[in-house]
Nanobody
Framework: QVQLVESGGGLVQPGGSLRLACAAS????????MGWHRQAPGKERELVAA???????NYADSVKGRFTISRDNAKNTVYLQMNSLKPEDTAVYYC?????????WGQGTQVTVSS
C-alpha cells in the first residue's frame, strides 16, 4: 500500500509564495509519475502539474511560469513551488502518484490566497 502525506498549505496574500511537499511511503516498486491536482469550491478537480519518471513536466496553462514541480528521488518526495499566487489559485491541492498497481492520492492540503 502506498501512502502520500502532503504539507505546506496555508493562507497567503496575493502575490505571495508557498511550497507544497508530498512524501510517499509504503510498497513502491516503481514510480511512473507524481504530481498535483486541485479542486476549488464548486469546481471540478483539475491537473496542476505533473512530473514523469523521465523528468518530463506538464503544467496547467493557468499556472505556467508561476508554479514549478520538482522531485527528490531519494526521499520519494514531490514539491510544488507556487509563486505569484492569485485568489483563483485557492483550492484544496491533492498529491498523486502513479505506480504499477494504479494511482494513489493524498488527503489534500488547503491553499487560500486572500488579502
Amino acid at each position: 500500500q502506498v501512502q502520500l502525506v502532503e504539507s505546506g498549505g496555508g493562507l497567503v496574500q496575493p502575490g505571495g509564495s508557498l511550497r507544497l511537499a508530498c512524501a510517499a511511503s509504503g510498497s513502491i516498486s516503481r514510480i511512473y509519475g507524481m504530481g498535483w491536482h486541485r479542486q476549488a469550491p464548486g469546481k471540478e478537480r483539475e491537473l496542476v502539474a505533473a512530473l514523469t519518471s523521465g523528468s518530463s513536466t506538464n503544467y496547467a496553462d493557468s499556472v505556467k511560469g508561476r508554479f514549478t514541480i520538482s522531485r527528490d528521488n531519494a526521499k520519494n518526495t514531490v514539491y510544488l513551488q507556487m509563486n505569484s499566487l492569485k485568489p483563483e489559485d485557492t483550492a484544496v491541492y491533492y498529491c498523486f502518484l502513479v505506480h504499477p498497481r494504479g494511482s494513489s492520492w493524498g488527503q489534500g492540503t488547503q491553499v487560500t490566497v486572500s488579502s
